[in-house]
């Protein structure tokens, strides 16, 4: 079936300086397929506001970009210390706008950690490194670049808990009071750093309990601004999609080269 493929990138995933070690080599090159593809990038809130709206926009010639986790690198220039220079996802955006003139205004979608206890554990825990601050959101959101939506409130990383069996996965977010935990509260957080209301939650490990799908999201959704949730199951955005299950395809999961990206984007 036609329709919109939704792509997702870790900023973090920098091991080496190849497509396959390193995902902004990856999306540098992921780009120039995109452009060849004749497929234009849309904003994901675009994308949503037209599900719930007018539904007139042409799926199949559109691509949804998106990023998860927010790394600092997914806007800041990085120095990397085994790896050397590093552009940023927002950088690579802005060149590939230069290069390809006449096309939408490019717009890509970051999804962050809330809690920034939780953001320094995992960070220093799993990088080594103080990489996933707050301190850009706002200017990233103010940038029209950059979307800043809502990862929840702490991953549920293992390294929070170690050794309990209920973190590591997202499937034990199935109450009231841990999804609003997870949700509510890590809204309030990013509207607060970002200056601006998340509108699209991404679950973490892409993952969702039967009760946040279906129950709390539809339920508290509208209240608290939110207008669609994505997982990573692989697959097309289509008009019937569920909008608190979008489909997404994830970078060295469900392609690994440029070639795979290229006939993905055919359908
Ligand atoms: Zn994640």
Redo the contacts with the bound molecule.
Sequence with gaps: MPGCPILTY?SQLLFGNDYRNNSHVGLAADLEVIAASGRQIIGLRELVASLRGARDLPLDELVCITF??GPDFDWLDIEHPEHGPQPSFATLLRRHAAAHPGQRPICATS?V?ADAGARHEISTQAMGREWMNDHWWREAAASGLLQIDS?GLD?RHPCLAPGDADWGHFHAIADEVSCAQQVDAANSIIAERSGQPPRIF?Y??GQASEYLRSEYLPRHGQRLGLEAAVSIEPGHFHWDSDPWFLPRYVSLAHWHSPEELASLLRG
Excluded: C, Q, W
């Design positions: 870790h998860d986790d999804f950690i990862h991953h991404a973490p490990y």
